[in-house]
Each structure stands twice: as C-alpha cells, then as structure tokens.
C-alpha cells in the first residue's frame, strides 16, 4: 500500500510539475544515471529539457550507492534515464529506480529488441552496450519516444534528431570496424582491467566466422569481472597469463577509471615468468567519459579514442616470439 501511495504521489508531483513546463516556467526535468546514457540523450533533446547526472567523473557506476541528496534529485525527476542490464546494481540506487514511476533502461530495450546481441558473462548479463555503436545507436528511438510524451509538440523534433544521431553513429560503427580490420588478424587481442570490452572484442575484433561460432570470445580477457574490484586472485593471473602466452600478446590497456593493481600484477608475474608485456601509456574510456588528468566530450570521442589507442599499439607492438 506504501509504494503504491508513492508512486501515486510521484505522478501527481509530475503532473503539476509538466503543468510548470507547459506555461513557461521551467524545462522538463530529466535524471540520467550515468555521463553515456546522459549524453544518448542530449543528443535527441538538445535543450529542450534539462538533464542531471547522478554519476559524474570518474565513480565506478557498477556499485554506486545513493548519498545525501540523490533521493531527492531522482523522485524530482520527471523521467529517469538509466543504461539498465543491471549496471546500476548498487542496492540504494537500483531500489529508489524501481520505486520511480518513469524510468527509462536503454539496455533493457536493446535486449528486448535484440535479445541474441546481448551478452552473458559467468551468467550475467553484460551491461556495456555501448561498445558496439551499431547497438548503442538504437537507444536513441527509445529516447525519442518517451521524450515525446514529455513534450509531445516537439515529438518530430526528437525523431528527426534521433535519426539524425543515429546515422552518424552507425557511421562511426563502418569507421571503426574498418579501422579494426586493417590490423592484421594475429594482432587482434585485447586485454584491459575488467570486463568492458566483450561488446567492442566481438564487434570489431573478431572474424565474421568467429562471430558465427561463437569462438570470437578468445579476443578478449579481463581479470575482474563486469563489476571491477581489483580483488584478483591466482586463478585470474593465471588465466590472463594462460591467454597472453597463447595468443602473444605484448599489451595490456588499462582503463581510465578502474584501478590497475590487478593489471601490475599480471605483468609482475609475467616478467617472471619471462613473457615480456607492456601497459599501453594512454588508457582506455570503459564506464566512464572521465578519467585522471583526462576526458572526451562525448559518446562519439569516447569511441574514436578508444580505436585510435587501440590501433596504435597493436599496430605498433608485435607479437612476442
């Protein structure tokens, strides 16, 4: 009975809130959970509504936790925006979205579209999307379509822009699968900090025969799971070392807002071991646009930067012998 008054509540608040919007007063107030589900959005919406961040810089999204003050910002909300796949699994933040009566998951609806492109990792499902623009550009008509019941004279404004958004990122998809594909095959390994690179590994990594049968899955190794922790242990060096020796890799990425203990630890045994392997010097944008001392203004350059890092030092650092 509660949480049924609640959201009651909630819907009356945005009412007499877009009842504001309506006379002028003020724009259409939109949350989004994270900097990449934000930006999908100011894409389609330009200025029409205003858009909050709950998680800025450089905070791992996986775990967030809700402090003082984000309670009130997301029941504020007139929408919620958030990437979904359980991303947002911190318990405080995944309870307050379920209790809101206009959230928004991208991710959920790219899987209810395209259930067969979204990936399970030990299980779970894997909530980077993103990685693959030619999946990522599809949230965009979802972001359209709830716009439009927000302000619906606007409605063929946000279609328009979507479809606008959404042509140029499956062009950036051509460009980066053709930029991938110039490296040469025996090249196309991939290790970074955690699991944040399955979508990007099989889309722009792999053979279409390694997409076929699965086996695309050996081009990529993390040693933290989609969650990062840095809590790794002899199994997961293992496993790393196991894949860098078969496959002779000589660079690791680390990820611009992920801790690199696990990696330090990797190459410390590797050295040992006599496998010669190097930390790329320019990290990579996994969950986050942000990262220390550095940032891409949005979705678009967080692409395009992690192709260029990527190309440069596998084009650049054979295969150990």
């Known amino acids: 009975m509660l949480k049924k008054l609640y959201r009651i509540a909630l819907l009356i608040g945005a009412f007499f809130h877009m009842e504001a919007h309506e006379n002028g007063q003020k724009k259409a107030a939109v949350l989004c959970t994270t900097q990449l589900v934000a930006d999908a959005v100011k894409a389609v919406a330009g200025d029409a509504v205003s858009i909050d961040i709950l998680i800025q810089g450089e905070i791992d999204p996986h775990s967030y936790q809700l402090v003082k003050g984000d309670a009130d910002r997301i029941q504020e909300a007139d929408v919620v925006f958030c990437n ?24 959920d609806a790219v899987y209810e579209k395209f259930p067969q492109q979204i990936l399970k990792v030990d299980g779970e499902l894997d909530p ?80 279409d025969e390694e997409r076929k ?11 933290e799971g989609l969650s990062p922790d840095s809590q790794i242990g002899p199994y997961d060096i293992k496993k790393i070392l196991n ?57 678009e350059a967080l692409m395009r930067h992690n192709c260029e890092v990527i190309a440069k030092y596998l084009n650049t650092y054979h295969p150990t012998s």
Do not use: C
């Open 84 to 107: 979904g796949l359980n991303l947002e699994h911190g318990f405080s933040l995944k309870q307050m979205l379920s209790k809101h009566p206009a959230v928004v998951s991208l991710g």
């Open 243 to 299: 894949h860098l020796t078969q496959h002779r890799i000589a660079v690791v990425f680390a990820e611009s807002n992920v801790s690199v203990e696990s990696l330090k630890k990797i190459i410390a045994v590797a050295k040992m071991q006599g496998v010669k392997v190097i930390f790329a010097d320019e990290p990579l944008f996994g969950d986050s646009m942000t990262g220390e001392r550095m940032k891409v203004e949005n979705y």
């Open 128 to 207: 980077h999307v993103w990685m693959d623009a030619s999946l990522w550009a599809q949230t965009l008509d979802v972001v359209a379509k709830r716009l439009a019941l927000i302000l619906p004279e606007q409605e063929k404004l946000f279609y328009s822009k979507a479809l606008e958004v959404q042509q140029r990122w499956l062009a950036l998809d051509h460009e980066i699968a053709e930029k991938m594909g110039a490296i040469q095959e025996n090249k196309r390994y991939l290790v970074t900090s955690h699991d944040a690179f399955n979508y990007f590994s099989r889309r722009y990594l792999a053979t």
């Open 213 to 223: 049968d699965q086996s695309w899955t050996k081009r990529f190794k993390a040693p």
